[in-house]
């Protein structure tokens, strides 16, 4: 809370009159609104902007260098674990990026330890030094298909509702819910009809999707065409243009964003690990592959930070001019995003500012309760039509799944994969404790010629897991993962070859995300060395569980029709 005393001191400052806390010397600032390039200084006091002007005095001088000065971006919809490492992890890796502010949905750590894993969130960041804010997870579990660690109804989440990190109520999944007026989720939806509720439909339109609006659900990350975006855009939905590790929809949709529809635009990872922000970034890498593709310079600058702040209710934030937030990234090229400083509620970041959060405790360390698997496990009986046995199809790049069908071997041990075919075993296994099922089924798409990939990160009730050529490897696979309290698994031929234990809920390493990095380096190489062709096997084996995404999937329950929302026979 401001008090008059420092009110009084911004005003002053903000007129030269006093020295400001903060001044960043000597940058070419981008107006977000006209386009326009001004040279200047910023005055800062406390975390609040307090003049652009050609000339300041302050406590501390940076050197702007001549950079460019745009506003922090803001990730409107992701989710932090999925970067495999902790929030503060998180804050110290993809800070220095210039994103300022997240907006996250702890659904994954919800879907194994409910409110725990919601406190844990609240509890981190109220150290980050990034501003992290929370959507509360609306749909724990995801749907009545699998089986998840928790469940969220509304008397769960109320209690978070005051928390001062808290925005509103996450991504609406379960849209089959929302159009059959499930009196369950018209509890949830009704208690946020007052706040803001992220919506989540992919490819619904038409009267589904007025339907769907009518709840007052404003937005939207699951477009995966241009002509989707458009219609969602018209019927008052704000867009959120993803690019993550799996899920990459800005080549698709990046004609939407022009000068008329910017202000009603912002941008997502929604899923990405650290190995790709390693490698390409994270927020700054989808703003300098926009300008690329030819988007108006200035309107992708303002999608990252002004529209984000404006879509969510941020009114604080989002451009650097006086009384507002200093979130700032400096830049050594506008064209290429290149960030090479940024200042967050007035502080110019540094390891000093993530050695001074106060530490959080880590949840979860106990949740992998599956019991060891043999290969007789993962036997699949022989069809009474072998010519149509179903098989997810999965193409890189997207979490989408194909239904597919193909004739398969089979001998004593059932169905067997087809390898010249591409197709592998799946297999999910329930590892909450509850029941123990495992569901079996075949997958088409990951090109492995042996060897076998497992994976406690299965989005969104985190079972386990596994892809694989033999039995016997998924086996050998699955028993490390469970040794290992969570993470990812490579064998071949009965040896384990790579391993990334994540042992925070068999979601999250304990690890500096540069050792997280390497092991994600060593784990894609084993892949690979099993002929595996997509560029991100792990992401994409985590989201083959996923029932609330078209159009085949595989639960702990079994074989899943997303499109008919009911198992394969």
């Given at each position: 809370m401001t008090t008059a005393a420092a009110?009084?001191?911004?005003?002053?400052?903000?007129?030269?009159?006093?020295?400001?806390?903060?001044?960043?010397?000597?940058?070419?600032?981008?107006?977000?609104i006209t386009g326009a390039l001004a040279e200047t200084d910023i005055a800062i006091v406390g975390d609040r902007i307090v003049g652009t002007h050609a000339s300041y005095e302050g406590k501390t001088v940076v050197d702007g260098k001549g950079r460019f000065a745009v506003p922090g971006f803001i990730d409107t919809h992701l989710h932090i674990e999925s970067s495999l490492v902790t929030p503060f992890e998180f804050d110290r890796c993809v800070l220095p990026h210039g994103v300022t502010t997240v907006i996250c949905d702890p659904h994954e750590i919800a879907n194994v330890l409910g409110t725990e894993g919601i406190r844990y969130f609240l509890?981190?960041?109220?150290?980050?030094?990034?501003?992290?804010?929370?959507?509360?997870?609306?749909?724990?579990?995801?749907?009545?298909?699998?089986?998840?660690?928790?469940?969220?109804?509304?008397?769960?989440?109320?209690?978070?509702?005051?928390?001062?990190?808290?925005?509103?109520?996450?991504e609406m999944m379960n849209f089959p819910g929302v159009l059959n007026a499930d009196p369950g989720i018209i509890a949830k939806l009704t208690a946020f009809q007052d706040g803001h509720i992220d919506g989540h439909a992919p490819l619904l339109l038409g009267m589904g999707l007025n339907g769907y609006l009518a709840a007052a659900i404003r937005t939207d990350h699951e477009a995966t065409s241009a002509a989707e975006?458009?219609?969602?855009?018209?019927?008052?939905?704000?867009?959120?243009?993803?690019?993550?590790?799996?899920?990459?929809?800005?080549?698709?949709?990046?004609?939407?964003?022009?000068?008329?529809?910017?202000?009603?635009?912002?941008?997502?990872?929604?899923?990405?690990?650290?190995?790709?922000?390693?490698?390409?970034?994270?927020?700054?890498?989808?703003?300098?592959?926009?300008?690329?593709m030819g988007r108006p310079l200035?309107?992708?600058?303002?999608?990252?930070?002004?529209?984000?702040?404006?879509?969510?209710?941020?009114?604080?934030?989002?451009?650097?001019?006086?009384?507002?937030?200093?979130?700032?990234?400096?830049?050594?090229?506008?064209?290429?995003?290149?960030?090479?400083?940024?200042?967050?509620?007035?502080?110019?970041v540094g390891p000093h500012l993530f050695a001074a959060r106060r530490p959080v405790a880590a949840v979860g360390l106990s949740s992998m309760k599956a019991k060891p698997v043999a290969p007789d496990d993962f036997i699949v009986p022989?069809?009474?039509?072998?010519?149509?046995?179903?098989?997810?199809?999965?193409?890189?790049?997207?979490?989408?799944?194909?239904?597919?069908?193909?004739?398969?071997?089979?001998?004593?041990?059932?169905?067997?994969?087809?390898?010249?075919?591409?197709?592998?075993?799946?297999?999910?296994?329930?590892?909450?404790?509850?029941?123990?099922?495992?569901?079996?089924?075949?997958?088409?798409?990951?090109?492995?010629?042996?060897?076998?990939?497992?994976?406690s990160v299965g989005h969104d009730?985190?079972?386990?897991?596994?892809?694989?050529?033999?039995?016997?490897?998924?086996?050998?696979?699955?028993?490390?993962?469970i040794e290992l309290h969570g993470g990812f698994v490579v064998s071949d031929g009965g040896q384990v070859t790579a391993e990334l234990a994540l042992p925070i809920a068999g979601l999250m390493s304990p690890k500096p995300f540069e050792e997280v990095t390497h092991d994600l380096h060593a784990l894609r190489q084993a892949a690979y060395a099993l002929d595996c062709s997509l560029p991100e096997p792990f992401l994409q084996v985590a989201f083959l569980a996923l029932p609330v995404i078209p159009h085949l999937k595989m639960t702990d329950r079994g074989l899943f029709d997303v499109d008919k929302f009911d198992f394969v026979d």
């Open positions: 009110l009084t001191r911004m005003i002053m400052a903000g007129q030269g009159k006093e020295p400001a806390d903060l001044v960043i010397k000597d940058v070419r600032l981008l107006d977000v509890d981190c960041a109220e150290q980050t030094v990034m501003d992290v804010r929370v959507n509360l997870s609306s749909c724990v579990p995801a749907t009545a298909f699998e089986t998840a660690g928790a469940a969220l109804e509304i008397e769960d989440l109320e209690p978070f509702r005051s928390h001062p990190k808290v925005i509103g109520l996450a975006a458009r219609e969602k855009l018209a019927k008052g939905m704000a867009i959120l243009i993803r690019e993550g590790s799996v899920s990459k929809d800005l080549k698709a949709l990046a004609e939407v964003l022009d000068e008329n529809t910017s202000s009603f635009v912002a941008l997502c990872t929604d899923d990405r690990n650290p190995l790709d922000i390693a490698e390409e970034g994270h927020l700054d890498s989808s703003i300098r592959r926009l300008i690329a200035h309107h992708v600058y303002r999608a990252a930070s002004h529209s984000a702040a404006r879509i969510f209710g941020l009114n604080d934030r989002g451009l650097v001019a006086p009384g507002w937030r200093a979130d700032i990234a400096l830049l050594d090229s506008l064209e290429d995003c290149r960030v090479s400083d940024v200042v967050t509620a007035g502080r110019l022989v069809r009474a039509d072998r010519n149509q046995t179903p098989v997810i199809g999965v193409k890189p790049g997207l979490i989408l799944t194909f239904r597919e069908s193909a004739v398969l071997p089979s001998s004593d041990r059932g169905t067997r994969p087809d390898l010249e075919a591409d197709v592998l075993k799946v297999a999910v296994i329930e590892r909450h404790g509850k029941n123990g099922n495992i569901g079996r089924g075949f997958v088409k798409g990951f090109g492995l010629k042996r060897g076998a990939i497992a994976s009730s985190h079972n386990i897991t596994v892809i694989g050529a033999t039995d016997e490897d998924m086996a050998v696979a699955v028993n490390r993962l």
